[in-house]
């Protein structure tokens, strides 16, 4: 056996494993869903493909004219090069690799796999099995997406098995406290908003218990009941995700929620859920689960999908700003520092007061308002709370910038009427100097060019400049911008966010508002 051919094959080995760090970072941004995974990899440019199947031939050409000392160089660089890389970009990436159990065990996979290559290659006698393995090592190291794909195969049917054990132990949990309420949160947009508002201010009576941040996929829930409720929580209040039809039923059928509030059906994850009917579908599942409980489901009826669901019977008790809502927003004042608003539920009215920035708010604090009433929070509590909230970081959610400007930061809106009302919000500041960084919207299916050119046009009428992130997706909001008048030489596209707050330099000073609008997550940022 030839070192220099082992060397070679372990170097690839070692260029394969650092790959598969970016491959695993991508699965993770994609939900896990291989189908999602290589819909991303058809995206990428296929420069890098043929430089790999290029670098493939060179190193079998190597062995063939048996310039094997060549072949390691060759090899060796191409590992440093893929670990100095893969280093790089998760320095660099916007929502790094979280490195999770399930990654961890997926990782051993990928390790596991080249060192069968390698042992067999090292050891077996067998002349075809050995070429075989050594032929595999190679690919596998230069294709680092193969072996990451194969190591989620052969793990799936083991993480099944560990997802089960933890969701039978979330409902065992939850079984044990008898005298828990579980409030179910979900809409395309506004859910996580609403969560913490209804939070804080059923703080103001009970021992509440929230799911953190966006944990609002089943194992996040499971994670947060396993990790966070306590005997003496009194009130779960769960957030429920979703992007396929089902993803809300399997949350109920873990939780089993007592009430429900849907805080709107809206277009988004169109290019999973196909319809926007099968996106109402979904959120109501949460409706059904509540309904067969004999509990309360409240909506936001200002969106039109819920509303046309009410009309149609279902029991819905509805709150907005529409004279139908049983619990209605009135008198709405607005300002750059946040709204002042009644809340009218029946012959009751509550006079409130909040920092928090958006229409959209005032009717998330207006369905807050109405569970909270539900369940016997006194007036005064309710308004205390309310005058408290903070700003829910990356939504709306005002700070100091470079320089003495001002950022809106809202970076985690992605839908629509969110984006909408956020350019609008930054129209409300007079007298400053207004600017928008945004890569637009995703997962809109055949709707996100004109979603997209919708918020160039909105930019164009709110805005002094516009950067827009991303060359190619760029594209609709910096069309939609110039066929509104916007001047082309205040329209600037960038590569990236880095390159975008570049950009933005010259224009931070004391004065300036900027409004970074989703931060797209690394798997989107083409």
């Given at each position: 056996?030839?070192?220099?051919?082992?060397?070679?094959?372990?170097?690839?080995?070692?260029?394969?494993?650092?790959?598969?760090?970016?491959?695993?970072?991508?699965?993770?941004?994609?939900?896990?869903?291989?189908?999602?995974?290589?819909?991303?990899?058809?995206?990428?440019?296929?420069?890098?493909?043929?430089?790999?199947?290029?670098?493939?031939?060179?190193?079998?050409?190597?062995?063939?004219?048996?310039?094997?000392?060549?072949?390691?160089?060759?090899?060796?660089?191409?590992?440093?090069?893929?670990?100095?890389?893969?280093?790089?970009?998760?320095?660099?990436?916007?929502?790094?690799?979280?490195?999770?159990?399930?990654?961890?065990?997926?990782?051993?996979?990928?390790?596991?796999?080249?060192?069968?290559?390698?042992?067999?290659?090292?050891?077996?006698?067998?002349?075809?099995?050995?070429?075989?393995?050594?032929?595999?090592?190679?690919?596998?190291?230069?294709?680092?997406?193969?072996?990451?794909?194969?190591?989620?195969?052969?793990?799936?049917?083991?993480?099944?098995?560990?997802?089960?054990?933890?969701?039978?132990?979330?409902?065992?949990?939850?079984?044990?406290?008898?005298?828990?309420?579980?409030?179910?949160?979900?809409?395309?947009?506004?859910?996580?908003?609403?969560?913490?508002?209804?939070?804080?201010?059923?703080?103001?009576?009970?021992?509440?218990?929230?799911?953190?941040?966006?944990?609002?996929?089943?194992?996040?829930?499971?994670?947060?009941?396993?990790?966070?409720?306590?005997?003496?929580?009194?009130?779960?209040?769960?957030?429920?995700?979703?992007?396929?039809?089902?993803?809300?039923?399997?949350?109920?059928?873990?939780?089993?929620?007592?009430?429900?509030?849907?805080?709107?059906?809206?277009?988004?994850?169109?290019?999973?859920?196909?319809?926007?009917?099968?996106?109402?579908?979904?959120?109501?599942?949460?409706?059904?689960?509540?309904?067969?409980?004999?509990?309360?489901?409240?909506?936001?009826?200002?969106?039109?999908?819920?509303?046309?669901?009410?009309?149609?019977?279902?029991?819905?008790?509805?709150?907005?700003?529409?004279?139908?809502?049983?619990?209605?927003?009135?008198?709405?004042?607005?300002?750059?520092?946040?709204?002042?608003?009644?809340?009218?539920?029946?012959?009751?009215?509550?006079?409130?007061?909040?920092?928090?920035?958006?229409?959209?708010?005032?009717?998330?604090?207006?369905?807050?308002?109405?569970?909270?009433?539900?369940?016997?929070?006194?007036?005064?509590?309710?308004?205390?709370?309310?005058?408290?909230?903070?700003?829910?970081?990356?939504?709306?959610?005002?700070?100091?910038?470079?320089?003495?400007?001002?950022?809106?930061?809202?970076?985690?809106?992605?839908?629509?009427?969110?984006?909408?009302?956020?350019?609008?919000?930054?129209?409300?500041?007079?007298?400053?100097?207004?600017?928008?960084?945004?890569?637009?919207?995703?997962?809109?299916?055949?709707?996100?060019?004109?979603?997209?050119?919708?918020?160039?046009?909105?930019?164009?009428?709110?805005?002094?400049?516009?950067?827009?992130?991303?060359?190619?997706?760029?594209?609709?909001?910096?069309?939609?911008?110039?066929?509104?008048?916007f001047k082309n030489e205040n329209l600037f596209v960038a590569e990236s966010f880095k390159n975008a707050l570049e950009i933005f330099e010259p224009f931070a000073k004391s004065g300036t508002v900027v409004l970074v609008e989703n931060d797209l997550p690394d798997n989107y940022l083409k």
């Open positions: 056996m030839n070192i220099f051919i082992l060397l070679s094959a372990i170097s690839l080995s070692l260029a394969g494993t650092a790959g598969a760090i970016k491959q695993m970072h991508m699965m993770q941004q994609n939900s896990y869903y291989l189908s999602r995974y290589f819909k991303w990899l058809a995206g990428e440019n296929n420069f890098g493909f043929y430089a790999r199947t290029a670098l493939v031939v060179l190193v079998a050409l190597l062995f063939v004219v048996k310039w094997y000392v060549l072949a390691l160089i060759v090899s060796l660089l191409f590992a440093a090069f893929c670990l100095y890389k893969n280093i790089k970009e998760q320095k660099k990436a916007i929502k790094p690799l979280v490195f999770t159990q399930r990654i961890i065990r997926t990782y051993a996979a990928v390790i596991a796999i080249f060192m069968v290559l390698i042992i067999v290659f090292a050891l077996c006698k067998a002349p075809v099995l050995r070429i075989s393995a050594l032929t595999l090592c190679f690919i596998f190291g230069i294709f680092c997406e193969i072996p990451t794909a194969l190591a989620f195969v052969l793990m799936k049917p083991i993480e099944k098995v560990i997802t089960k054990g933890f969701i039978n132990d979330a409902k065992k949990i939850l079984r044990s406290n008898r005298h828990l309420k579980i409030i179910g949160v979900t809409g395309s947009y506004g859910k996580t908003s609403v969560k913490f508002i209804l939070a804080r201010i059923l703080s103001e009576k009970f021992n509440v218990l929230a799911t953190p941040q966006s944990f609002n996929t089943p194992m996040g829930v499971v994670r947060t009941v396993r990790e966070k409720l306590r005997p003496q929580t009194e009130i779960f209040v769960c957030e429920m995700g979703a992007k396929n039809v089902g993803d809300i039923k399997e949350i109920c059928d873990i939780v089993n929620p007592t009430m429900g509030l849907i805080t709107s059906v809206g277009e988004q994850h169109l290019e999973t859920f196909k319809t926007l009917e099968n996106v109402c579908s979904t959120k109501f599942e949460l409706y059904d689960a509540v309904k067969k409980k004999g509990g309360k489901v409240f909506a936001n009826i200002n969106s039109a999908p819920i509303y046309e669901r009410q009309g149609c019977g279902a029991d819905i008790i509805g709150y907005g700003t529409v004279d139908t809502a049983f619990a209605r927003a009135e008198n709405v004042s607005y300002s750059a520092q946040g709204a002042e608003f009644d809340v009218v539920i029946g012959t009751e009215k509550i006079h409130l007061t909040t920092k928090l920035l958006g229409a959209h708010n005032v009717i998330n604090i207006t369905g807050a308002v109405l569970v909270a009433k539900e369940l016997g929070v006194k007036n005064e509590d309710i308004a205390f709370a309310v005058s408290r909230l903070e700003q829910t970081q990356h939504r709306l959610e005002l700070k100091p910038f470079k320089n003495g400007s001002v950022m809106i930061d809202d970076a985690y809106n992605s839908n629509p009427e969110g984006c909408l009302e956020a350019v609008n919000v930054l129209s409300r500041f007079e007298d400053s100097f207004k600017v928008i960084i945004t890569p637009g919207l995703v997962e809109l299916g055949e709707r996100e060019y004109d979603v997209n050119y919708s918020l160039g046009a909105a930019a164009a009428k709110a805005a002094d400049v516009i950067i827009a992130v991303g060359k190619k997706r760029s594209e609709p909001i910096v069309k939609g911008a110039l066929d509104n008048g």
